[in-house]
C-alpha cells in the first residue's frame, strides 16, 4: 500500500492500518474499529466464508450463513463447503 493512501486512510478516517511492525492489521483486530455497522462476530463469520460466498451458487448462501457461527456446528459444515469448492468446482 503505498504511503500516500495510508496518509489519506488515516486522515479520513483516523484509523491506523499498521501495526507497531509497520504490518497491515490483520481482519480478527480491524473489525474491533467500529468501521461497520455489522458486530465484529458478524465481521469474523463473514470473513471466515466470504470464498464460499464468491465461489458458490447463491442458492447455497442461506447454508454459507449458517458456517458463519463460530461453533462446532458451523466449523464443520464450512469444511464441508470448502471441500466442495475444492473438489467440485
Same mark, same amino acid.
Given at each position: 500500500?503505498? =504511503?500516500?493512501?495510508? =496518509?489519506?486512510?488515516?486522515?479520513?478516517?483516523?484509523?491506523?492500518?499498521?501495526?507497531?511492525?509497520?504490518? %497491515? =492489521?490483520?481482519? @480478527?483486530? +480491524? @473489525?474491533?474499529?467500529?468501521?461497520? $455497522?455489522?458486530?465484529?462476530?458478524?465481521?469474523?463469520?463473514?470473513?471466515? $466464508?466470504?470464498?464460499?460466498?464468491?465461489?458458490?451458487?447463491?442458492?447455497?448462501?442461506?447454508? %454459507?450463513?449458517? +458456517?458463519?457461527?463460530?461453533?462446532? $456446528?458451523a466449523?464443520?459444515?464450512?469444511? +464441508?463447503?470448502?471441500?466442495?469448492v475444492?473438489?467440485?468446482?
Amino acid at each position: 500500500m503505498s =504511503i500516500s493512501l495510508q =496518509i489519506h486512510i488515516n486522515e479520513k478516517f483516523n484509523v491506523n492500518i499498521y501495526n507497531e511492525n509497520r504490518e %497491515i =492489521i490483520p481482519i @480478527s483486530r +480491524a @473489525s474491533k474499529f467500529n468501521l461497520s $455497522t455489522m458486530e465484529p462476530s458478524e465481521v469474523e463469520g463473514f470473513f471466515m $466464508t466470504f470464498e464460499l460466498y464468491i465461489r458458490l451458487p447463491e442458492k447455497l448462501w442461506p447454508i %454459507i450463513k449458517i +458456517a458463519e457461527k463460530s461453533d462446532e $456446528t458451523a466449523s464443520k459444515l464450512r469444511e +464441508a463447503l470448502q471441500y466442495l469448492v475444492l473438489e467440485y468446482i
